[in-house]
């Protein structure tokens, strides 16, 4: 083919959609748009008597595709070389476990009438908890049984997970439970949606969503046998016979685009479709993901992966929740960790020390005299400020010159303890200690929580010499990724793009698509002449990292005591060393 | 004698002195001036090279006294009945331990010239810490000699107190200390110069100070031997030489008021001066206390004090810094605990929430349409309005509501762990934590603190049915006390007077003129005559008492483990728990 190749990346994420363009020879994004979902609040269906539901409405999905590709093909109408025919290849990423219970045809029980209000029959969003009693069973069980079913995602199963999901469907809806011909996870819908081929049998899952949330596994031949599952509760029986015996890596060509989605969309019909996966596995390729570095996608909370050849991998890793061959990168085995609060833990701060502005302000004098809308951009301006500020004074402190340190788990802790029942302490307050004090203790606590990541993938013979970062946070922290640079030991480097979801996506489209249609034969072509760095470096100040190591240390401590059930001893030593460290910092 | 008798009451505080001048038949308080300190900062002489060091200029006390009492006379002029000569008895409180060097005739160091602007010559302000160094080598040779000389005083000796101050003094300036004839508490020296007899051989030492702060104890016939010194130190023979063999409980009339000074305050020559005590102590007195009763002063930090026959207390109580017979109430021992910070705690949160006022709003657009003055004007108010808002909003919620914990140590802990090396901690934080559930934890967290107090004291055999509170605190703060009363399932009351120091120093001034002159002969008749309570008592509500035992057996868990050595296990059960009690509040 002649002329520029261009390809499409659909990243479905919590509250939107977003459809990108890239440039298949240099990876320039082209064009994008997002679409806001419409339904529930800001995408997704809340209970107001259960704070653990949360869901979304399929139909958001299709008809924000349409509205997000329509948008981003105006957009790109003016660049240099582009027209729709010139997109060789979709891909798609959502979010996940996120599990859509479907009729015989393929479709979600959601666009059927009967079913359309009923959240049951929605998508069962990756931060839905309602399963956690089923969450809890099903580690339990799979502890008693050998194999232990849970050993490579964790040896622990979660209450966002596909099974989980189920399993509470079956006990709490029996009616849409009996409806449901099958439950497909969101990212392996769209893809047979676009491909025109919805057929529950047929459907091709992805090695992603089965290896990391549904227990699919070579060493017991896929997904744990029906027995399992029939041990649980008898309403399971016939489960596994509605489900799937094989899984796909992303870069498959599933088919080609259908009549029915190229109209709607505007673009050729038979494009290339490649499978789906979770989004931060795609980021991951698009941020240059390779064996011996780890991709820390860094937003609200963190997703820490990396890639090894299969024999490199000695024993399952204990605490982290999926090792699976071929779910980031074929042909190498995926494993996933992550942090369930970062970015909302330095939001959750500033929230503290931006009360009297929000709250207390608009109750003051020289507050009734503020027009209300100015009173507005006020608090709006300040809350950036907070940030600035704090991390403009946070700056000019020495490791542990705070005495401070904080226990990240605001939001549980997914890696390595796996355990949604913890909770975030700050230690060593004084009558002196100030804001920007705590607020980089807080981000060092994050960046010992990431440290405990890395150790426990050393432990197990995957050592990383160099981080790659991606997401909202790094982009725009510098003093944030000096901090973890040094505190972990390691340089960090920034991938190139703003939207490495997407941007993967994109990618994976275009190695579906194949060398002859102008993309390429492999993701690491993809990825050479796709995905970029950025020029920042950050090195680590090895004068600070001896500082955070006997931190980290005295982290582990309080980390083990509350987190574990095997330490033993008293913290005597915590407050003490913290102030010994302090006292060193002032000579 | 004929008509109304009054009585004087001085109250040297850590920036200013207070006189009260009070009626003996009611304890009305007629008239009170305050007079701040004017040298140093707020009357405290700082040393930029050194935070632990915190002096007082001796002449501050003496120009202070004659401004404050002359302020008191004239705002009394107006009262019915009330003529200076009326006043037939003069106390005085001040802070302790304060020693000051003096000269042969008893003045202190620093009223002479070459002395005057030498801190060391000066008096060594309760809160001075240069000596820690002095204090952990007077513990550890304590520990080692038998008897142990620091039973008395909670088994540590403080860095705050008389010996550690005087020793600092021997090694860092020889020539101050080769000039110190004596060297006398404070509150020991006023009294002497209103009688105007301050021969050190005859200037009457206090029980309060000498037991409290001095190991002076009549199990050991006084002060340590000679030995203990000499063995410490070489620069310390001859120490005790030029200290005392007797103390004195404060009812003792230890003269009449010179000439020179009946002259400079416009009173009687020969008006009765009693023996000095420390501030708390005579709180206490004025509060009503009497055995099985604690009287807790509570401000930025708390005293909390008891009264027990001699007979009651077993042994000596560990972590109790004083056990002094008559030290507060003659012929009954007096025990004296506190916390080293309570209101300072709240007053540290209120500053974190109103760090968006203060240091943002400037900053912004609506911030620079705004005045400079009423901006002021808007930060100041907004302090305020933080307490009463967190307050209002923290009421509504239910003990454990907030899934939080607090260790209230940011200012080191006093009772029982006597450890100025322990640091403050908030536990339990989930990114859902507002403002308002934080300050109540740490409300909760020093009501935590005052519970482990009274079962130390209830250990050793001093039960206490009811509490009685004074200080700034208390008197606002009802929610706080109900909060207290719920925590140590124990009523409240609050003591009638706002300056319960001074009109204990003025109760003391009565007792110490007699019956004769219109005053009384012992401490309970000034009680029973002069010290009264409020209206309001806080009645322990026993379903939350029940919830707050829980939550502080988690808070000893906390307690023991971060605060000796002798804890072992983990503390995994504190969040667990801690999310089960929150749980619980939400059915």
């Given at each position: 083919m002649?002329g520029k190749?261009?390809?499409l990346g659909?990243?479905?994420g919590?509250n939107?959609v977003?459809a990108?363009?890239?440039?298949?020879?240099?990876?320039e994004?082209?064009?994008?748009?997002i679409h806001?979902?419409?339904?529930g609040?800001?995408g997704?269906?809340l209970?107001?008597?259960d704070?653990h539901?949360?869901?979304?409405?399929p139909?958001?999905y299709?008809?924000g595709?349409e509205?997000?590709?329509?948008?981003a093909?105006?957009?790109?109408?003016a660049?240099a070389?582009?027209k729709?025919?010139a997109?060789i290849g979709i891909?798609v990423d959502?979010?996940g476990?996120?599990p859509i219970?479907?009729d015989?045809d393929g479709?979600?029980?959601a666009?059927?009438?009967?079913?359309?209000d009923n959240?049951n029959?929605?998508?069962?969003?990756?931060?839905?908890?309602?399963?956690h009693?089923?969450?809890?069973a099903?580690?339990?069980?799979a502890?008693?049984?050998?194999p232990?079913?849970?050993?490579?995602c964790g040896?622990?199963?979660?209450?966002e997970?596909?099974f989980?999901?189920i399993?509470?469907?079956?006990?709490?809806?029996p009616e849409?439970?009996?409806?449901s011909a099958?439950?497909?996870e969101?990212c392996d819908?769209?893809?047979a949606?676009?491909a025109?081929?919805?057929?529950p049998a047929?459907i091709?899952r992805?090695?992603c969503?089965?290896g990391?949330?549904?227990?699919?596994?070579?060493a017991w031949g896929g997904l744990?046998p029906?027995?399992?599952?029939?041990?649980l509760?008898?309403?399971?029986?016939g489960?596994t016979?509605r489900?799937?015996?094989?899984s796909?890596t992303?870069?498959?060509r599933?088919?080609?685009?259908?009549e029915?989605w190229?109209k709607?969309?505007?673009?050729?019909?038979?494009?290339?479709?490649?499978?789906?996966?979770?989004d931060a596995?795609?980021g991951?390729?698009?941020?240059g993901i390779?064996?011996?570095v780890l991709?820390k996608?860094m937003g609200?909370?963190?997703?820490d992966?990396?890639?090894?050849?299969?024999?490199?991998?000695?024993?399952?890793?204990?605490?982290?929740?999926?090792?699976?061959d071929g779910?980031?990168?074929?042909?190498l085995?995926?494993?996933e960790a992550?942090?369930?609060?970062?970015?909302?833990?330095f939001?959750?701060?500033?929230?503290?020390?931006?009360?009297?502005?929000?709250?207390?302000?608009?109750?003051?004098?020289?507050?009734?005299q503020?027009?209300?809308e100015?009173?507005r951009?006020a608090?709006?301006?300040s809350?950036?400020l907070?940030?600035?500020?704090?991390s403009e004074?946070?700056?000019r402190?020495?490791?542990?010159?705070?005495g401070l340190?904080?226990l990240d788990?605001?939001?549980?802790?997914?890696?390595?303890?796996?355990?949604?029942?913890?909770?975030?302490?700050?230690?060593g307050?004084?009558l002196?200690?100030?804001?920007?004090?705590v607020?980089?203790?807080?981000?060092?606590g994050?960046?010992?929580?990431?440290?405990?990541?890395v150790?426990?993938l050393?432990?197990?013979?995957?050592?990383?010499?160099?981080?790659?970062?991606?997401?909202?946070?790094p982009?725009?922290?510098?003093?944030?990724m000096?901090?973890?640079a040094d505190?972990?030991?390691r340089?960090i480097?920034l991938?190139?793009?703003?939207?490495t979801c997407?941007?993967?996506a994109?990618?994976?489209g275009a190695?579906?698509?194949g060398?002859?249609?102008?993309?390429?034969d492999?993701?690491?072509?993809?990825?050479?002449?796709?995905?970029?760095?950025?020029?920042?470096?950050?090195?680590p100040d090895?004068?600070?990292?001896?500082?955070y190591?006997r931190?980290f240390?005295?982290y582990?401590m309080?980390h083990d005591?509350f987190?574990?059930?095997?330490?033993?001893?008293?913290?005597?030593p915590?407050?003490?060393d913290?102030?010994?460290?302090?006292?060193?910092?002032?000579?």
């Amino acid at each position: 083919m002649a002329g520029k190749h261009f390809v499409l990346g659909l990243d479905f994420g919590t509250n939107s959609v977003r459809a990108l363009i890239a440039d298949t020879s240099t990876g320039e994004e082209v064009a994008s748009c997002i679409h806001d979902y419409t339904r529930g609040r800001h995408g997704v269906i809340l209970d107001e008597k259960d704070p653990h539901l949360a869901r979304q409405h399929p139909l958001d999905y299709t008809e924000g595709m349409e509205q997000a590709v329509r948008g981003a093909l105006e957009a790109a109408g003016a660049a240099a070389g582009f027209k729709p025919d010139a997109i060789i290849g979709i891909g798609v990423d959502t979010t996940g476990s996120t599990p859509i219970p479907v009729d015989a045809d393929g479709l979600p029980l959601a666009f059927r009438k009967e079913f359309t209000d009923n959240p049951n029959a929605m998508a069962w969003l990756w931060k839905d908890h309602t399963a956690h009693a089923e969450a809890a069973a099903i580690t339990g069980r799979a502890r008693e049984t050998s194999p232990d079913y849970t050993t490579y995602c964790g040896g622990t199963y979660s209450s966002e997970w596909f099974f989980s999901k189920i399993w509470h469907l079956a006990k709490t809806d029996p009616e849409v439970y009996a409806a449901s011909a099958s439950f497909v996870e969101h990212c392996d819908l769209m893809p047979a949606l676009l491909a025109g081929d919805t057929d529950p049998a047929r459907i091709k899952r992805s090695r992603c969503a089965a290896g990391h949330k549904a227990m699919f596994n070579a060493a017991w031949g896929g997904l744990p046998p029906q027995e399992f599952f029939s041990s649980l509760d008898g309403r399971l029986k016939g489960l596994t016979a509605r489900l799937y015996t094989e899984s796909h890596t992303a870069e498959t060509r599933i088919g080609g685009l259908c009549e029915e989605w190229a109209k709607k969309l505007g673009l050729a019909a038979g494009t290339a479709v490649a499978s789906g996966a979770f989004d931060a596995h795609m980021g991951a390729v698009a941020s240059g993901i390779r064996p011996g570095v780890l991709v820390k996608i860094m937003g609200t909370s963190s997703c820490d992966m990396i890639i090894a050849p299969p024999g490199e991998l000695k024993a399952a890793i204990p605490g982290v929740c999926g090792q699976v061959d071929g779910s980031i990168v074929p042909g190498l085995v995926g494993i996933e960790a992550g942090q369930s609060a970062v970015g909302d833990i330095f939001a959750w701060y500033r929230d503290q020390v931006h009360w009297s502005l929000e709250d207390l302000l608009p109750l003051t004098a020289a507050g009734r005299q503020l027009e209300q809308e100015t009173m507005r951009e006020a608090a709006r301006q300040s809350r950036g400020l907070a940030y600035e500020v704090m991390s403009e004074r946070a700056v000019r402190l020495r490791p542990g010159e705070s005495g401070l340190l904080s226990l990240d788990w605001l939001n549980g802790n997914r890696t390595v303890l796996v355990d949604p029942n913890l909770t975030g302490v700050i230690l060593g307050l004084t009558l002196g200690t100030r804001p920007h004090e705590v607020f980089r203790a807080l981000i060092e606590g994050t960046a010992f929580g990431a440290r405990v990541i890395v150790e426990r993938l050393e432990e197990y013979g995957l050592s990383t010499d160099e981080l790659i970062t991606c997401g909202g946070l790094p982009n725009q922290n510098p003093f944030l990724m000096q901090l973890y640079a040094d505190i972990l030991g390691r340089t960090i480097k920034l991938a190139r793009s703003d939207q490495t979801c997407a941007l993967g996506a994109a990618m994976f489209g275009a190695v579906a698509a194949g060398t002859e249609q102008g993309g390429f034969d492999n993701v690491e072509e993809a990825q050479a002449a796709m995905s970029a760095l950025r020029d920042e470096t950050f090195v680590p100040d090895m004068e600070h990292h001896a500082v955070y190591t006997r931190l980290f240390a005295l982290y582990k401590m309080l980390h083990d005591s509350f987190g574990t059930r095997h330490h033993s001893g008293n913290l005597f030593p915590v407050m003490k060393d913290l102030l010994d460290i302090k006292r060193g910092t002032q000579e």
